[in-house]
């Protein structure tokens, strides 16, 4: 898998938008723009992915950048149950496997 | 909707016991799960590739024969971790695919391992 490079933390007032960037510059056209998502002490929780196009899902939208090097996560309407840690993979679907980088840790607060 | 389930949420146990770990796939099947474990305030590390009737394939500096691993069914994966010291206590997750088709992992809700 391509690395990604995340800023550790950021914090989002409860109600407006959060905006979460990701590097993935190596990334290869066949890898694939992952995020998850993990409470304090759960499983992580699938978000969202995408390849080349924008993305939207009842959770968030994906954003990624026409030359693929860079993505963004938005959450539109940021809710105190969404703090948490937030992990962008570039998956690689031959390797069939994850590889977690250290994510952000989004305080969102009220 | 799917998911995964693991058992047990938490355990303690002493030095030098083994520990089992189970993972199931709820309502779908998986013939591949994954095992990952996570220290604290650490990211997740994928252990191994746990396979349907078939060996798993381990990541590199993972000990095979401390933590095996059995895939008898198609919704269990087991991990054990065979003579457990302090230093294994961790934060044990499996995940699998939500489809055969797909890359997407569902996630199990962890399993806190302490080892006195």
């Avoid at chain 1, 699938?46 to 026409?66: D, F, P, V």
């Avoid at chain 2, 971790?81 to 997750?93: C, K, L, Q």
Wanted: net charge neutral.
């Amino acid at each position: 898998d391509a690395k990604t490079t995340q800023p550790t933390s950021m914090d989002c007032a409860e109600g407006r938008a959060a905006n979460l960037p990701c590097n993935h510059s190596t990334i290869s056209g066949n890898e694939y723009v992952y995020w998850y998502r993990q409470i304090h002490s759960q499983g992580p929780q699938y978000i969202i992915h995408g390849l080349k196009n924008n993305e939207t899902n009842e959770m968030a939208s994906l954003i990624i950048t026409e030359d693929r090097k860079s993505s963004t996560l938005i959450l539109p309407h940021a809710t105190l149950r969404d703090t948490a840690v937030y992990y962008c993979i570039a998956y690689n679907t031959n390797a069939g496997k994850s590889t977690f980088g250290d994510g952000t840790t989004l305080t969102v607060k009220p | 909707g799917a998911v995964v389930s693991q058992h047990p949420s938490w355990v303690i146990c002493k030095s030098g016991t083994s520990v089992k770990i189970e993972c199931r796939s709820l309502d779908f099947q998986a013939t591949t799960m994954f095992w990952y474990r996570q220290f604290p305030k650490q990211s997740l590390m994928l252990m191994a590739t746990s396979n349907e009737g078939s060996k798993a394939t381990y990541e590199q500096g993972v000990e095979k024969d401390k933590f095996l691993i059995n895939h008898a069914s198609l919704t269990l994966s087991t991990l054990t971790v065979t003579s457990a010291h302090p230093e294994d206590s961790s934060f044990y997750i499996c995940s699998a695919p939500m489809a055969e088709s797909t890359d997407t992992q569902y996630f199990g809700p962890g399993t806190r391992l302490t080892v006195l």
